[in-house]
């Protein structure tokens, strides 16, 4: 019998992870990327990774109310138990990496540097100057490059997706293709671990890196695999925007104490540097007393919209308002932010340490994803628990299989045996708003732990039992698609057929219908221009017929697919008729948990996607307003209380 | 929401809206293929960079001569400046594409940006290039530190700020090959299996120092240098130090340099003495 392997596809965060844990079972990985692992995407993520530590636990913190601060930002959205596994495993991933070199912040003793960070009011956050994922990213490539050089992990780079290769419910391979020879072939895998992060580009200009297309994840879409909650899409509050694409300002410049404000007057032409403090409306402070800056991104995005959109109270008249350090010693800025305004300074050219940054939301994280199941843990109360507050004993420990199962096999599995789903592409941690700095914490928590089930899958998986056709057919179905688009190549494109134009107002409607503000009626509509550009999109004519790395046959496959996914991440914003998180409706402004405190599940069946709500596992923690102690809402907060009570 | 740039950049005082601006690109459909030059105009939108204008060419890619062609070749990543991967030779210059703002270089009406290739590693297509020797290159001078296994084994060494201040400006190291582009001594070497005895670059040794500095990464020291003292290694260097002159994230490279010499004359030396060579 061949030796069993496992196929990983990307090498962020989450992948190379799962790639370091699995191969140290003595199993060999074989890891896909479109890009050298050590240029994932993860690499922009700026501002940190939390895990409960030991000063903050002296002050009343613990990993239960990280747990439970995650679950309330999420707005109760997310399956309960993976999140308290995920919580009470922080720690543990904060102590690997460091053994791992990753040069954290110190402070003078030699301890790891905290940082506030959105949704909390402890220090919680531990970073590497400003550019902790990247940090991050290199610790992990530098232990795939040590297994790879002893042979336990063998690197795809420059290969592209295509397609998992399914039998009888059971993933048994992929089929991939090489960018640059364009060669496509099938791997045999006894399990696929997909790890292909998000899909920002759905919306065109994003935070997002430009192979962040969610393509992956769609290929696995229309193979079957379900994909929840989709229209869960986090808009950053604070990003420049620009020409190609938004560039993220980290949440970390108000842990570190920037303060969001626009000038009392409208229109005001004075530089902000100018500005009396008396003449600067704070409106997050004042309308958030108690995290101020630090409310969630989804609350943050919309007071920012709100204020430019509505109250047309923007700096300058334009949609973008003041995010202000200046009020902070240059050096201290450096030490802990200088990687972000560095990025200001280049892009802007103005200094950030002397001039308030001008900022504006765009669209940053998907919560949503591929659907994942597990096995739940020990810890099951025979009643939820009601509000944890700072001090409390939590209701439970720290070890290991409390919120779900050490080394499940289904741990993180799709609902195809064998098919995983880790770090942002899955749908399991953040509910409907992911908080600050959880985002690391989650795809590297997805592969260590959740690694080992896929060890253990494999291991006591019988081995792969498909025929060689079903590999040369799954090839043959992806060459034929390849050679129907590159045969369009030498033809004339119109803006009606264009790959880029498609690509580009698809990303203009889906920014419109469904990020900051949606109703049911602009959703719609959205519905229909999505029809009319599939329409188009079967007509597309590709504008290059190389058979030598062609990237617009790359690209406009993945437009193809990007299509796919917006319908699922508009149909879900359809059937959500409530607000919860990040997902806003204006013609339903009230969370509605009787009805919709559960998973919109999209399938694709017969060509289209099928919306299913599907039950979410409450059983640890009872549901309260989420209001974060906004002044003005004092009624409705007493409201949805009665309403919680009941 | 962002989806039109309102910021004004750095020159967009002098640069003048609505100016056509020509890109002369080296193009090459592949390797062994001739190298010949593309010119386009573009007008660039409000905060413009040069992938932004790339993306216009590739939507719709007409010469300044009328004829229409294939869309060019280039890649990128992150477009922050932390990936690395959008690195090019632009009028005569290493650097990223993503940070290069067209108000800068092109602030006139008729301005010209040349866009080439990095010279030193093989080009794929256009302005792609195969970059894999120099993550080879990570590899010889084992740039990990060698922990154990992943399991809960309590934290790493602790470190002082002044030290974490030094290790993380090294780490910052984005493999973009910027140094090695500028370098006198790096040669383009399409043959792999010459790769272990041709020079191993500023990038590569400014690592080995990051992990002969860390407590773990000092346990493959000897390894490291061995490597460094070998052929190909750190005696190699020309001194020319156009390498850090050209990092874009203004990594002490020749400092690394100068370490590193000394470490691998000292380990020479012990070595020597111990009798290990």
Not at chain 1, 510 to 529: D, F, N, P, Y
Not at chain 2, 139 to 168: C, F, M
Request: charged letters at 25%; glycine letters at 10%; a negative charge.
């Amino acid at each position: 019998m061949e030796q069993k392997r496992v196929i990983v596809v990307g090498g962020g965060l989450a992948g190379l992870a799962a790639a370091i844990r699995i191969a140290e079972q003595d199993i060999p990985v074989d890891l896909f990327s479109m890009v050298p692992v050590k240029r994932s995407h993860s690499v922009c993520a700026q501002g940190g990774i939390n895990a409960a530590n030991d000063i903050a636990k002296q002050q009343g913190y613990s990993e239960y109310q990280h747990f439970d601060e995650t679950i309330y930002g999420g707005d109760y959205l997310a399956d309960q138990a993976p999140v308290l596994e995920m919580a009470n495993f922080g720690p543990k991933i904060i102590d690997l990496l460091d053994r791992m070199g990753v040069p954290f912040n110190r402070t003078s003793e030699g301890y790891r540097q905290l940082r506030l960070f959105g949704g909390s009011l402890f220090k919680r956050t531990h970073f590497s100057g400003a550019s902790t994922g990247q940090q991050l990213l290199y610790a992990l490539d530098e232990q795939t490059r040590r297994y790879e050089s002893e042979g336990k992990v063998t690197k795809y780079e420059f290969w592209e997706f295509l397609a998992p290769i399914i039998k009888d419910g059971k993933a048994v391979g992929i089929v991939a293709q090489d960018m640059r020879t364009m060669q496509t072939r099938s791997f045999k895998g006894d399990a696929v671990v997909m790890a292909t992060g998000g899909c920002g580009l759905v919306f065109g200009k994003s935070t997002n890196s430009v192979i962040c297309t969610g393509a992956a994840a769609a290929r696995c879409y229309r193979h079957g695999v379900w994909y929840g909650n989709p229209e869960m899409i986090q808009v950053h509050p604070t990003a420049i925007p620009g020409a190609d694409k938004c560039r993220l300002m980290s949440e970390s410049a108000r842990g570190e104490g920037g303060r969001v404000w626009v000038p009392k007057k409208a229109g005001d032409t004075r530089p902000g540097r100018e500005i009396p403090e008396g003449e600067r409306w704070y409106f997050l402070e004042e309308r958030y007393p108690d995290y101020g800056n630090l409310v969630p991104r989804d609350i943050a995005s919309r007071e920012i919209f709100d204020v430019c959109v509505n109250d047309k109270m923007g700096v300058f008249g334009e949609n973008q308002v003041y995010l202000d350090l200046t009020h902070k010693d240059r050096e201290y800025l450096d030490n802990r932010l200088g990687a972000i305004l560095e990025i200001y300074q280049k892009f802007v050219g103005e200094d950030p340490r002397e001039n308030p940054m001008r900022i504006f939301p765009a669209v940053h994280y998907s919560m949503g994803g591929i659907w994942t199941t597990y096995t739940k843990g020990n810890y099951d109360p025979s009643q939820p628990h009601g509000m944890h507050n700072p001090g409390e004993t939590p209701p439970i420990g720290t070890e290991m299989g409390l919120g779900m199962q050490l080394g499940a096999p289904n741990n993180m599995m799709t609902n195809i045996e064998g098919l995983y789903a880790f770090g942002e592409v899955n749908f399991a941690y953040h509910g409907a708003t992911r908080l600050g700095a959880n985002a690391l914490l989650s795809c590297i928590f997805d592969g260590l732990y959740n690694g080992l089930s896929v060890a253990n899958y494999v291991k006591n998986n019988g081995g792969i039992d498909a025929e060689q056709s079903l590999y040369d057919d799954a090839v043959k179905h992806e060459e034929d698609y390849s050679k129907s688009l590159i045969d369009t190549g030498s033809a004339d494109a119109t803006p009606e057929t264009n790959p880029y134009t498609i690509a580009n107002e698809l990303g203009v409607e889906m920014t419109e219908a469904s990020t900051v503000v949606k109703t049911g009626e602009r959703l719609e509509k959205a519905e229909e221009k999505l029809a009319g550009l599939r329409d188009r999109f079967s007509r597309v004519r590709l504008g290059d017929a190389a058979s030598w790395t062609n990237q617009s046959l790359s690209f406009t496959r993945a437009t193809g697919d990007m299509l796919i996914l917006a319908e699922a991440i508009i149909k879900g914003g359809i059937v959500r008729k409530e607000s919860r998180g990040s997902h806003y409706r204006l013609d339903y402004p009230d969370r509605d948990d009787d009805n919709f405190m559960k998973t919109t599940v999209a399938k694709f069946e017969g060509n289209a996607t099928r919306i299913d709500l599907h039950e979410i596992d409450t059983r640890l923690v009872k549901p309260r307003p989420r209001t974060y102690g906004k002044t003005d809402s004092k009624a409705s907060e007493k409201k949805q209380e009665t309403a919680a009570a009941s | 929401m962002s989806n039109t740039a309102t910021t004004p950049a750095t020159n967009s005082a002098t640069a003048k809206q609505g100016r056509t601006v020509r890109f002369r690109i080296l193009r090459c459909d592949g390797p062994g293929k001739p190298s010949y030059w593309s010119e386009f105009d573009v007008q660039p939108e409000l905060n413009a960079n040069v992938i932004s204008c790339l993306k216009q060419i590739a939507e719709k890619p007409v010469m300044v001569d009328g004829k229409e062609v294939t869309p060019v070749v280039w890649d990128s990543g992150c477009l922050e400046e932390v990936c690395g991967a959008c690195t090019m030779v632009i009028n005569g210059k290493v650097r990223q594409s993503c940070t290069c703002l067209i108000d800068d270089y092109a602030p006139r009406d008729g301005d010209t940006i040349t866009l080439e290739p990095m010279s030193k590693f093989p080009v794929v297509r256009d302005l792609w290039v195969d970059r894999e020797r120099l993550f080879h290159n990570l590899k010889r001078v084992k740039a990990w530190v060698p922990i154990d296994n992943t399991y809960s084994l309590g934290p790493g060494p602790k470190e002082s700020p002044e030290s974490q201040q030094t290790h993380y400006k090294l780490s910052e190291c984005m493999s973009c090959g910027c140094c090695l582009e500028a370098c006198p001594q790096f040669t383009i070497e399409e043959d792999e299996s010459k790769w272990n005895n041709a020079f191993i670059g500023a990038h590569a040794i400014s690592q080995a120092r990051l992990f002969n500095n860390h407590e773990t990464g000092k346990q493959l020291k000897g390894e490291r240098l061995d490597e460094l003292a070998g052929p190909g290694g750190v005696a190699d260097c020309g001194n020319a130090q156009n390498c850090v002159k050209v990092c874009p994230k203004e990594i002490p490279l020749t400092e690394s340099i100068g370490a590193m010499g000394r470490a691998t004359t000292i380990h020479k030396i012990a070595s020597f003495f111990s009798g290990k060579k």
